[in-house]
């Protein structure tokens, strides 16, 4: 949807060109941030800068926390001193530290020279949260109200302060040393009676985190219990800043692209793919394309090593790829279920046996029926021996159901140890399948078929 | 998160066991609804409908809300018909057209009996757009307001009525019509002269969707607009309903796991992995593991075809493993990044040049690592001759350069003829790579070597 139609791309693009910049601000004024962002990345070196200029001040700040970091960069050089300012103080704390974070550290001393000492300050504090804690996704804009405080009051107070707040819907009950006591809704302020202090109002049952919880079960909790805003608290239970559900729904892409790619043996990159450079793609991909490549050798090896019994009939070697190909499929099949719905919670370490159970079933079912039909191919499509197509099928069977036991179990003894079930995906289970159905393959071939040889 | 604490459950089935029942009931009390719901599945089978009487009203319809299927299944059936149209009062719109969409017949007509007729009426009418459109996952409870009410007469009409309304941070001001005008959010509201109208207030330029929108779609707006509402209007501009960000978030991980499950060729299912049956999971993935064993016998021909070269030496067949899990890995990496890029929307069909030449300068890099560790590897550990090895690490090249052009194209083409990339993932790409790099596999044997040879 943020895409730009390309007629209309063409519009602006002359506009631009006959330098009517008056209509081209009313136009940009109809947009949404994240489209103006991204119409700005098509135009000429130039225009961004100009246009930047054009914009209400608000849409600008919008549109520049919805740009690419190489454009907020450019764009930032291209700015005074007085400029970079205005838009700095437009910006919400964590779109802030989100700049500071990206840009290269001569960048980021003119943005801290320019900043307002306490948005500085603040900067520095949330610098300090390690990566992908909930401190690191945080703002440490929120209202804050006293317990004693009437709804009169309170909305006397949000009027003074909130204009500058990330949310106000949301307010938090504090006492006077910043102990989070209880969370309190606009709408329920908005609502009560105007001498309900809110003591009475708020609700004492709140979801908090701490600064250092993992941003990725902060995510969790936005999913597991509908929140639109959650408290982060520290070691002493002082309220210091809130994460909103737009930071928790990047949070959640960032983990299931993190996901993915390592279920296909790739290091995750933050970037958009068109904005990685060859070498990033290169160096995230070489390194488990090698260790793939050196751990398939073991399979080169037992074909060696049984190269007396694979010589007793083509059909045994040119069965292979299907071996191995099925073994991968199911393997990796078992394996990315369990893996996503570990990562959705829904699966932990003493589920282990129900999996198991579960497993073995499906993979007694699906051997079977693909047992049955390749015996069937073999024998009426194929014409080889019975006893030749009993070996491959029987094996066939044994590497369903091997794939599936490790496939499933892998990931969970991973996430138990504390690894990441994710790298247990399909290129590791395959390598691990592919060896051990290789070495059932030619040990029944070994004692079917020589044997009945001899 | 959601987990529930070994020692907690144990405590509680204790309070059950003794029929504690004041103090399970102001246990419960202090949990969040998503924690009850998983704490009710771990109890005894009669324990959920008891202690759910006990319940204070609206924790029990929020927590009824989190529960799994069954065992909403299980309670409507021990309720009797004042206590289901009581808790059925308490759910919010879509809450219960989720309820309705997963009962079976003979519990949705109790259920229908039991609603108001103005929710009875809310059911049918959003049970009528398609699945996995925006009309499905919409509440039809919001404010909407008239654009000449002042601040004050407006929050006058939010006390009045809002109490119901799934969100009142956010309001519409529709003409008489129910044509959406304009957003005003209750901040604005709050913080505005009295006498101000919805009119000046108002934010003209709202994003807004048609009925029929694909979900994902939705989603996708959520993420890149920063919403955390979003309004549906109907092909005469209508207002008929808004889609929260707690909907959106669902839809989000719906999709992420249907990616993901296509991407491991299996059928996407809705359910859970463990309240997922046997039979289920069997057919969700036989019919994928059927194909591709099928399509595996071309690599098995071209292997039966080319006998002949390949008895030139069995270091030959034993490279074959690793030619096959290189190739399958390098196009499963480009495939799957793809992938996840064209569902994040950072990629469209209009970019194919751009990734052409982005993933083959990759291959390129990968292609000539891989073969020149593996040509020290053939030549120093295994010993072989330096035609073979020059042979296997040559087709190695090639093979990468296949398998990054096959992976990073099919997908861009898929979406661009309007099928789901995700299924041209890792299986069909390591199908197709596995036999195009055979036959050149065996294509350079016979010439580098039996013609050598000969």
Redo the contacts between chains.
């Keep these: 949807?943020?895409?730009i139609n390309s007629a209309f791309l063409t519009t602006v693009e002359k506009l631009w060109e006959e330098k009517k910049y008056n209509t081209l601000r009313d136009v940009l004024?109809?947009?949404?941030?994240?489209q103006v962002a991204d119409l700005l990345a098509e135009l000429p070196e130039n225009a961004p800068a100009m246009l930047f200029r054009l914009m209400p001040k608000e849409l600008a700040a919008d549109t520049f926390v919805e740009m690419d970091s190489d454009m907020q960069e450019a764009l930032i050089k291209s700015f005074s001193d007085t400029e970079l300012k205005g838009v700095l103080n437009e910006l919400y704390m964590d779109d802030a530290v989100d700049l500071v974070e990206e840009m290269p550290a001569n960048v980021v001393r003119r943005i801290l020279a320019q900043a307002d000492p306490e948005m500085r300050k603040s900067i520095n504090e949330l610098l300090k949260y390690p990566e992908d804690s909930a401190g690191s996704i945080m703002t440490t804009e929120f209202v804050a109200l006293l317990p004693h405080l009437t709804a009169s009051d309170a909305?006397t107070s949000?009027?003074r302060t909130?204009?500058d707040k990330e949310t106000?819907?949301t307010c938090y009950v504090i006492d006077q040393y910043r102990k989070l006591l209880g969370v309190v809704?606009?709408?329920t302020i908005?609502?009560a009676q105007e001498d309900q202090t809110m003591e009475e109002l708020m609700e004492e049952?709140v979801?908090s985190v701490s600064t250092l919880e993992d941003q990725e079960?902060v995510a969790?909790?936005?999913?597991?219990?509908?929140l639109?805003v959650l408290p982060v608290v520290d070691k002493e239970s002082r309220l210091v800043g809130i994460v909103t559900?737009?930071a928790a729904?990047?949070v959640?892409?960032e983990e299931?692209?993190e996901?993915?790619?390592k279920?296909?043996?790739?290091t995750p990159t933050d970037k958009?793919?068109?904005k990685t450079s060859?070498?990033t793609?290169?160096k995230s991909?070489?390194p488990?394309?090698?260790l793939?490549?050196?751990s398939?050798?073991f399979?080169?090896?037992i074909?060696?090593h049984f190269?007396g019994v694979?010589s007793f009939s083509?059909?045994l070697?040119?069965?292979?790829?299907?071996l191995?190909?099925?073994g991968?499929?199911?393997g990796?099949?078992s394996?990315?279920?369990?893996i996503?719905?570990l990562s959705?919670?829904?699966?932990?370490f003493t589920?282990l046996l129900?999996?198991w159970w579960?497993e073995i079933?499906?993979a007694m079912?699906?051997g079977v029926?693909?047992a049955a039909?390749?015996f069937v191919?073999l024998i009426l499509v194929e014409r080889i021996s019975p006893m030749i197509a009993a070996t491959i099928c029987l094996t066939l069977l044994f590497a369903v159901l091997i794939a599936k036991f490790v496939g499933c179990t892998l990931p969970i003894l991973a996430d138990k140890i504390g690894f990441d079930p994710a790298v247990m995906a399909?290129?590791f289970i395959?390598?691990i399948v592919?060896a051990l159905s290789?070495l059932i393959f030619c040990g029944f071939a070994g004692m079917l078929l020589t044997g009945a040889a001899a």
């Design positions: 949807m943020s895409e004024s109809t947009m949404q941030p994240a909305i949000i009027r909130g204009m106000v819907n809704t606009l709408r908005v609502m049952n979801v079960t969790r909790m936005f999913s597991d219990y509908n639109n559900v737009a729904i990047d959640m892409e299931a692209t996901d993915i790619s279920m296909a043996a790739i958009p793919y068109l060859v070498f793609l290169y991909r070489i488990w394309l090698l793939l490549m050196l398939a050798t399979t080169g090896m074909i060696t190269e694979l083509i059909a070697t040119a069965a292979i790829p299907m191995m190909d099925t991968g499929n199911c990796s099949q394996s990315v279920t369990v996503r719905a959705l919670g829904e699966l932990h589920d129900k999996v579960k079933r499906v079912m699906c029926t693909l039909a390749n191919k399909s290129p395959t390598t592919d290789l």
